[in-house]
């Protein structure tokens, strides 16, 4: 089974602070995607990256960065954390081409910022 | 732009009944839809996905359909449990980069 993993599943952080979210998976995929889910408007894309080094904004990119230096990690940066994204946040990732592409999720990261 | 909406929002059920939940979306160029269970605090498991040139799936005692032409997705679940109570996303991939679009979920609780 395609594992992906989130590294912190509860982070507790200062307003300020820079914050890291690091995502892993273990099945060579070329998609990765980040999203924040929160209560009342669901699930919202802030980037996704379909190659090593590539990125592409989502529906909701500002106060994030994304980094993928490697093709099975993809990280999602706060440069400097503010209240407002105290989210939980979810990776997942997908293998390229399209039709037939089960898309997984690691356990989410819940992050607040206070 | 892609909008994805689930309908109801939330739903309470005795176990054993058998239910319908529903997914709509909006722009009918679709890859594929998928259809996802969140129990709170987790991350999404997925359930069934559809392609586009399918009509619908079956996974044990959970049925998903797909109506391409309407732009509606239902997720039949047979007999239900308590088991069950979770909240069911379903996500619609389209556009040029494959962009998953998620509707905002069915609540369900099944009650002994």
């Known amino acids: 089974d395609v594992k992906v993993t989130q590294s912190s599943r509860y982070l507790v952080k200062r307003t300020g602070e820079k914050v890291f979210l690091e995502c892993v998976q273990d099945m060579d995929h070329e998609n990765m995607f980040w999203y924040r889910q929160d209560p009342g408007l669901g699930l919202r894309l802030i980037y996704f990256s379909y190659d090593v080094k590539m990125k592409e904004k989502g529906d909701i990119p500002e106060g994030y960065s994304v980094s993928r230096e490697k093709k099975e990690r993809f990280s999602l940066i706060l440069e400097s954390a503010s209240t407002n994204q105290t989210s939980m946040y979810l990776c997942a990732s997908t293998p390229l081409g399209y039709g037939a592409n089960v898309l997984t999720f690691g356990a989410g990261s819940r992050l607040t910022v206070l | 732009k892609q909008e994805v909406t689930q309908i109801p929002a939330a739903l309470s059920v005795p176990e054993g009944e058998n239910l319908v939940l529903n997914c709509s979306f909006t722009?009918?160029?679709?890859?594929?839809l998928q259809w996802f269970r969140q129990d709170p605090g987790k991350g999404l498991t997925s359930l069934l996905l559809i392609q586009s040139s399918q009509r619908e799936q079956t996974s044990g005692r959970l049925n998903a359909s797909l109506d391409k032409s309407s732009g509606r997705s239902t997720l039949y679940i047979a007999a239900s449990q308590p088991g069950d109570s979770a909240t069911y996303l379903c996500?619609?991939?389209?556009?040029?980069?494959?962009?998953?679009?998620f509707g905002r979920g069915t609540s369900l609780i099944v009650h002994p």
């Open positions: 722009d009918s160029a679709i890859y594929n």
């Open positions: 996500a619609v991939a389209s556009g040029g980069s494959y962009i998953p679009t």
